[in-house]
């Protein structure tokens, strides 16, 4: 069974950063896409970053390139989102999701890591 | 940056058909995708591509697309439906491809 559990999240200060991870079980990250969505509370949903099977194409959206990494690591089969200077409208729900290619769904989710970004 | 425009709030009677609605340029040329979000829940994909329901998704969840519209039906709608749908699709400028969600449309079963 496919399954995804992030974590990570939590309170953090104005113009800190944060990592948050994302394990995965049941299949392996290095053969599938993976995405980063995040949701601010009571908002919508708001794509962030992917990365490639081969982890050689990163695609960032423009809120956050610049400020916003996204790596793996294969031994440990765990996706990671790295944020820096973050603000209050980075406060949101962060979820991870797999990518079902070549259908371009997000087939698997995760079941999210809330971030709250407070002085 | 691209855009896909959905109705914020929809409402069906019980056992009635109703449509929901995402508008893109984008849609011109990738499908859709189509979840479903139910509160303090991770979002749930009910359709993609051209016809296709996930394993476990109700048959009363279809799908279209036409032009820049894509659409998702939901024939004989159930209490259980009631949720916030949110349409994503693929984009790309040339040079940088994305991802891009609907601002979500808020089903209420009536």
């Known amino acids: 069974q496919e399954q995804l559990v992030e974590s990570g999240g939590g309170v953090v200060q104005p113009g800190r950063s944060l990592r948050l991870s994302c394990a995965a079980s049941?299949?392996?990250?290095?053969?599938?896409?993976m995405h980063w969505v995040r949701q601010p509370p009571g908002r919508g949903l708001e794509w962030l970053t992917f990365i490639s099977p081969d982890g050689t194409h990163k695609y960032y959206a423009d809120s956050v390139q610049g400020r916003c990494t996204i790596s793996r690591d294969e031994s440990s089969n765990t996706l990671f989102l790295e944020m820096n200077s973050l603000n209050i409208e980075d406060t949101a729900v962060y979820y991870c999701?797999?990518?079902?290619?070549?259908?371009?769904?997000?087939?698997?989710w995760g079941q999210g890591t809330l971030v709250t970004v407070s002085s | 940056s691209s855009e896909l425009t959905q109705d914020p709030t929809v409402s069906v009677a019980l056992g009635q058909k109703v449509t929901i609605t995402c508008q893109g340029d984008s849609l011109r040329i990738y499908y859709a995708s189509w979840y479903q979000q139910k509160p303090r829940q991770a979002p749930l994909l009910v359709f993609y591509g051209q016809n296709n329901r996930p394993s476990g998704i109700p048959d009363r969840f279809s799908g279209s697309s036409s032009g820049n519209t894509a659409s998702l039906t939901i024939t004989g709608a159930q209490a259980e439906d009631e949720a916030d749908y949110y349409c994503?699709?693929?984009?790309?400028?040339?040079?940088?491809?994305?991802?891009?969600f609907g601002g979500g449309t808020r089903l209420t079963v009536l």
């Open positions: 999701a797999k990518d079902w290619a070549p259908v371009d769904a997000f087939d698997i």
């Open positions: 994503n699709s693929r984009d790309s400028n040339g040079f940088h491809t994305f991802w891009v």
């Open positions: 049941g299949f392996t990250l290095s053969a599938s896409g």
